[in-house]
Nanobody, 122 residues
Framework: QVQLVESGGGLVLAGGSLRLSCAAS????????MGWYRQAPGKQRELVAA???????NYADSVKGRFTISRDNAKNTVYLQMNSLKPEDTAVYYC????????????????WGQGTLVTISS
């Protein structure tokens, strides 16, 4: 069973930066695409960035140009570098392995970790 542990959140001023980390247990990490999600208070969880096993990336329009997802397969870890942070980026951030189903939608593969809280003050 894969366990996901997110870290790196905190309180920063608007315009600041944070780097989130997600450590995944399990030897199959390198073959899965990985995604970073976030859930703001009162809102649904949304996918903000994804990276394939080969390193191709994709971003939600709301974070494009500000966030960068990367991975280190040797460390079973995926990162999210967040720059130019805005108050609307405030949320709990989660990672998960993802795949695109036959319905064309992105599905997660594992149970969620505890997430890491990011709070951006204006």
């Amino acid at each position: 069973q894969v366990q996901l542990v997110e870290s790196g959140g905190g309180l920063v001023l608007a315009g600041g930066s944070l780097r989130l980390s997600c450590a995944a247990s399990g030897s199959i990490f390198s073959i899965n695409a990985m995604g970073w999600y976030r859930q703001a208070p009162g809102k649904q969880r949304e996918l903000v960035a994804a990276i394939t096993s080969g390193g191709s990336t994709n971003y939600a329009d709301s974070v494009k140009g500000r966030f960068t997802i990367s991975r280190d397969n040797a460390k079973n870890t995926v990162y999210l570098q967040m720059n130019s942070l805005k108050p609307e980026d405030t949320a709990v951030y989660y990672c998960n392995a993802v795949e695109r189903g036959e319905d064309g939608r992105v599905h997660t593969l594992h149970a969620w970790g505890q997430g890491t809280l990011v709070t951006i003050s204006s």
